[in-house]
């Protein structure tokens, strides 16, 4: 397959995973009215989980694979930007909420040129300035003074960079289940111990959310995840703006 047919097709799988984000955020906000984010997080993850696990064993991937410490490294980075992202999508209106998450892909970009060694044009690069400012206007986000919810959804944002780095950084290495089984499980395994802090049972309609919450981050991390081993972390930037238009 030619570059330019692999570099759009992981275009097109970007697209697909901002429209599942978010179907992802609209979920959260619903769920979060009544659950502690971190609740949110929690079942977020273990549905993640169960289902990676049913595709890895189907596929007969590596569950643990060869790129530990970076795929540990991509988990770590995954749940920090996950639950900031999820407790600002609580205390924050969610077009702001999603939109300072989405600054993720100007980190991203300047990650990849520091740490990657990927060289975007300029053009790509007034490409990301100019997607992100219309998307601020479109969305009316409204930067009016900055909060601790505020602060916390543009640091959500530089761990979602670093993320999407080192997802970038392991390539063809490892397969795209691996990678995300370790940010589920990961992310699983560090939400346990905020359960016990205001836990509630979930009733039949919050179920209902944390499924969307659940199906809808786990093929958009599917698809991103495919994506970003397919064309530059700079290319892709501008197109991930679309989730919060959707």
Same mark, same amino acid.
């Given at each position: 397959?030619?570059?330019?047919?692999?570099?759009?097709?992981?275009?097109?799988?970007?697209?697909?995973?901002?429209?599942?984000?978010?179907?992802?955020?609209?979920?959260?906000?619903?769920?979060?009215?009544?659950?502690?984010?971190?609740?949110?997080?929690?079942?977020?993850?273990?549905?993640?989980?169960?289902?990676?696990?049913?595709?890895?064993?189907?596929?007969?991937?590596?569950?643990?694979?060869?790129?530990?410490?970076?795929?540990?490294?991509?988990?770590?980075?995954?749940?920090?930007?996950?639950?900031?992202?999820?407790?600002?999508?609580?205390?924050?209106?969610?077009?702001?909420?999603?939109?300072?998450?989405?600054?993720?892909?100007?980190?991203?970009?300047?990650?990849?040129?520091?740490? $990657?060694?990927?060289?975007? +044009?300029?053009?790509? @690069?007034?490409?990301? !300035? %100019? *997607?992100?400012?219309?998307?601020?206007?479109?969305?009316?986000?409204?930067?009016?003074?900055?909060?601790?919810?505020?602060?916390?959804?543009?640091?959500?944002?530089?761990?979602?960079?670093?993320?999407?780095?080192?997802?970038?950084?392991?390539?063809?290495?490892?397969?795209?289940?691996?990678?995300?089984?370790?940010?589920?499980?990961?992310?699983?395994?560090?939400?346990?111990?905020?359960?016990?802090?205001?836990?509630?049972?979930?009733?039949?309609?919050?179920?209902?959310?944390?499924?969307?919450?659940?199906?809808?981050?786990?093929?958009?991390? $599917?698809?991103?995840?495919? +994506?970003?081993?397919? @064309?530059?972390?700079? !290319? %892709? *930037?501008?197109?991930?703006?679309?989730?919060?238009?959707?």
């Amino acid at each position: 397959m030619k570059r330019s047919k692999i570099y759009l097709s992981g275009i097109l799988l970007m697209c697909k995973a901002a429209f599942a984000f978010s179907v992802m955020a609209l979920c959260v906000k619903f769920a979060s009215q009544t659950l502690p984010s971190l609740e949110i997080v929690f079942f977020r993850s273990l549905i993640g989980t169960l289902m990676i696990l049913a595709l890895i064993h189907a596929k007969k991937v590596s569950l643990l694979g060869q790129e530990k410490t970076l795929m540990t490294l991509r988990g770590l980075f995954g749940f920090a930007a996950l639950s900031l992202h999820f407790y600002t999508i609580a205390h924050l209106p969610l077009g702001t909420a999603v939109l300072l998450n989405y600054t993720a892909p100007i980190f991203a970009a300047i990650f990849a040129v520091c740490f $990657l060694k990927e060289k975007p +044009s300029v053009l790509l @690069a007034a490409m990301i !300035l %100019l *997607s992100f400012t219309g998307v601020y206007f479109l969305t009316q986000a409204g930067f009016r003074g900055v909060s601790l919810p505020f602060f916390l959804g543009l640091l959500s944002a530089v761990f979602a960079a670093a993320a999407y780095a080192l997802i970038r950084a392991i390539k063809h290495r490892e397969s795209p289940l691996t990678v995300i089984f370790y940010f589920t499980g990961v992310s699983t395994v560090g939400s346990v111990g905020f359960l016990p802090f205001g836990f509630e049972w979930p009733d039949l309609y919050e179920w209902i959310f944390l499924a969307g919450v659940g199906i809808g981050s786990f093929y958009g991390q $599917l698809w991103m995840t495919i +994506s970003l081993r397919r @064309a530059p972390a700079s !290319l %892709l *930037s501008p197109f991930s703006y679309l989730t919060p238009l959707l």
